[in-house]
């Protein structure tokens, strides 16, 4: 069984730096695709920024331009590196990877979430 956790929230300034993690944990398990959502309370989860199995990026386009996803194989993460944050990219950011364990088809994952707040 695989367990995603994540890690690089918390409070910071309008104008200020977070990096996201996503480590993905499981014997025998490797990475192939992630991505990053947010939700804010009463709003829909909506998708932020993903990496292809190949290697593209794709952002919204709120983010576009501030924010970079990136993966690394040989720890089994996936990264979000946000900058110029703005009071808007307030909420809870959750990471999900498509990935497997040898000899089995891959599936999709869900980490647990992380808060990232940031005030004005």
């Known amino acids: 069984q695989v367990q995603l956790v994540e890690s690089g929230g918390g409070l910071v300034q309008a104008g200020g730096s977070l990096r996201l993690s996503c480590a993905a944990s499981?014997?025998?398990?490797?990475?192939?695709?992630g991505g990053w959502y947010r939700q804010v309370p009463g709003k829909q989860r909506e998708l932020v920024a993903i990496i292809t199995s190949g290697g593209g990026t794709n952002y919204s386009e709120s983010v576009k331009g501030r924010f970079t996803v990136s993966r690394d194989f040989r720890v089994n993460t996936v990264y979000l590196q946000m900058n110029s944050l703005k009071p808007e990219d307030t909420g809870v950011y959750y990471c999900?990877?498509?990935?497997?364990?040898?000899?089995?088809?891959?599936?999709?994952?869900w980490g647990q979430g992380t808060q990232v707040t940031v005030s004005s």
């Open positions: 999900n990877v498509n990935g497997r364990f040898y000899f089995r088809p891959p599936q999709d994952y």
């Open positions: 499981g014997s025998g398990f490797s990475i192939n695709a």
